[in-house]
């Protein structure tokens, strides 16, 4: 027992990828998984030019995009999500202020100025 026992459980609670309550290999739920989207060149030249201008997709953009695209919200939403990720990680943030403007979006780990950025930061609002 002890604070060393406590430690120990609190660590290993935390520790480890989060996963959600699912059962083990439920044939009915492997088909309902929907096969990953081959994106065509057209819809991503689309999604990083709306990256570039904005991090975070609004409702509005989300839904004009998936009009335009031909697809879901969801696929568009979850591109966001990936990106944003995939950005984080080739930052290997560890730096606080890159963090702080992450969380708020105005975070952009290029170093190559994105179309229309030739004015430095311009906090179009």
Same mark, same amino acid.
């Given at each position: ?7 120990? @459980? %609190?660590?290993? $609670? ?7 309550? @699912? +059962?083990?290999? !439920? ?8 096969? $990953?989207?081959? /994106?065509? @060149?057209?819809? &991503? ?5 709306? /990256? #570039?201008? *904005? +991090? ?15 697809? *879901?919200?969801? #696929? %568009?939403? %979850?591109? /966001?999500?990936?990106? $944003?990720?995939? %950005? ?5 943030? +560890? ?10 979006? &105005?975070? *952009?780990? @290029? ?13 179009? !609002?």
């Amino acid at each position: 027992g002890g604070l060393g026992y406590v430690l120990h @459980s %609190i660590l290993v $609670r935390t520790a480890g990828p989060r996963t959600r309550k @699912s +059962r083990p290999k !439920d044939p009915k739920k492997a088909e309902e998984k929907r096969p $990953r989207t081959a /994106f065509t @060149s057209e819809q &991503l030249q689309r999604l990083k030019k709306e /990256f #570039q201008e *904005n +991090r975070y997709l609004t409702e509005q953009r989300r839904q004009d995009l998936a009009r335009e695209l031909k697809l *879901n919200e969801s #696929q %568009i939403k %979850i591109w /966001f999500q990936n990106k $944003r990720a995939k %950005i984080k990680k080739a930052a290997g943030v +560890r730096n606080g202020l890159a963090l702080h403007l992450m969380a708020q979006g &105005l975070y *952009n780990h @290029s170093t190559m100025p994105t179309v229309g950025d030739e004015h430095g930061l311009d906090m179009h !609002d």
